[in-house]
């Protein structure tokens, strides 16, 4: 199984500021990358889908990058309802699997 | 308005069986393959089986693999998990989705299954 990677395991940031967030893939995988956003006690939220397509109705603040191996969501200015745990997610092959997550607390 | 709800879930002791159902509405559902991921308390996302459009082509993650069925019902609109055999380490909450291109652009708001004695 493809494993995913998510750096850091949690990050403290304030309203305002830029935040990278980086997935790496033990193997090739192309652009088959999501991204969610996951709130306590909430069903996760599609954020962006092969590695760089913004989902419908997400704000344009969020972006993804990458390919290959390397991704990148990048959320320009956080804003407070951002704060919240991010997930990758790969689904180049069977079985499709997740990074560990990428909690986004405030400072 | 694409919704997904979940039912079926609670509390069955080790070894024991549950069928989950995800009803979906607002879509053609015809069109759309759909997948279950899972959610222990307090941990991440755990992708846990995918059936296409046609029904015919699943994909289960390893540890279900045997003891777990997905399927669906076009004509009920509805998307299932017949869960057998099931261990405490299955104890999650349990979302269905659909999927776009691979992703899960739509969630339902999970059902949750406790495997104890």
């Known amino acids: 199984a493809i494993r995913m990677t998510q750096s850091p395991s949690s990050l403290s940031a304030s309203t305002g500021d830029r935040v990278t967030l980086t997935c790496r893939a033990s193997q090739y995988i192309s652009t088959n990358l999501a991204w969610y956003q996951q709130k306590p006690g909430k069903a996760p939220v599609l954020l962006i889908y092969f590695a760089s397509a913004l989902q419908s109705g997400v704000p344009s603040r969020f972006s993804g990058s990458g390919s290959g191996t390397e991704f990148t969501l990048t959320i320009s200015r956080l804003q407070s309802e951002d704060f919240a745990t991010y997930y990758c997610q790969q689904f180049f092959s069977y079985p499709r699997t997740f990074g560990q997550g990428t909690k986004v607390e405030v400072k | 308005e694409v919704q997904l709800a979940e039912s079926g879930g609670g509390l069955v002791q080790p070894g024991g069986s549950l069928r989950l159902s995800c009803v979906a509405s607002?879509?053609?559902?015809?069109?759309?393959?759909m997948s279950w991921v899972r959610q222990a308390p307090g941990k991440g996302l755990e992708w846990v089986a995918t059936?296409?459009?046609?029904?015919?082509?699943?994909n289960y993650m390893d540890s279900v693999e045997g003891r777990f069925t997905i399927s669906r019902d076009i004509a009920r609109d509805s998307l299932f998990l017949q869960m057998n055999s099931l261990r405490a380490e299955d104890t999650a909450v349990y979302y269905c989705?659909?999927?776009?291109?691979?992703?899960?652009?739509?969630w339902g708001q999970g059902t949750l299954v406790t495997v104890s004695s």
């Open positions: 607002g879509f053609a559902f015809e069109n759309h393959g």
């Open positions: 059936i296409q459009r046609d029904g015919l082509e699943t």
């Open positions: 989705g659909r999927d776009l291109f691979g992703a899960e652009d739509f």
